[in-house]
Nanobody, 118 residues
Framework: QVHPVESGGGLVQAGGSLRLSCAAS????????MGWYRQAPGKQRELVAS?????????PDSVKGRFTISRDNDNDKNMVYLQMNSLKPEDTAVYYC??????????WGQGTQVTVSS
């Protein structure tokens, strides 16, 4: 299986926005629930957004109302997106997309770095 490929990260000021993209090729990704995760230095990887195959979404309180996950399974690329608004310095981390729950994710990409300056 090929691992997901994330892109769209960068440096942004607090209050700004970024849109992350994830290309997750393969049936395994298209038929299962997906999630965006992040890992800050010295911290465990955490789930910040999830979406079912049918499009139902869920978020932890830390990002609810600021982050929006979406997916496009209409083509073989199986794209998953994360729109991040009102970014805070504590959102700084490497962001990954993969299967949800995390225990199903055997192949991880490089992630994309998001840095929010105060």
């Amino acid at each position: 299986q090929v691992h997901p490929v994330e892109s769209g990260g960068g440096l942004v000021q607090a209050g700004g926005s970024l849109r992350l993209s994830c290309a997750a090729s393969g049936t395994m990704y298209s038929v299962n629930n997906m999630g965006w995760y992040r890992q800050a230095p010295g911290k465990q990887r955490e789930l910040v957004a999830s979406i079912t195959r049918g499009g139902r979404t869920d978020y932890p309180d830390s990002v609810k109302g600021r982050f929006t996950i979406s997916r496009d399974n209409d083509n073989d690329k199986n794209m998953v997106y994360l729109q991040m608004n009102s970014l805070k310095p504590e959102d700084t981390a490497v962001y990954y997309c993969n299967l949800n729950p995390m225990r199903l994710a055997a192949y991880w990409g490089q992630g994309t770095q998001v840095t929010v300056s105060s």
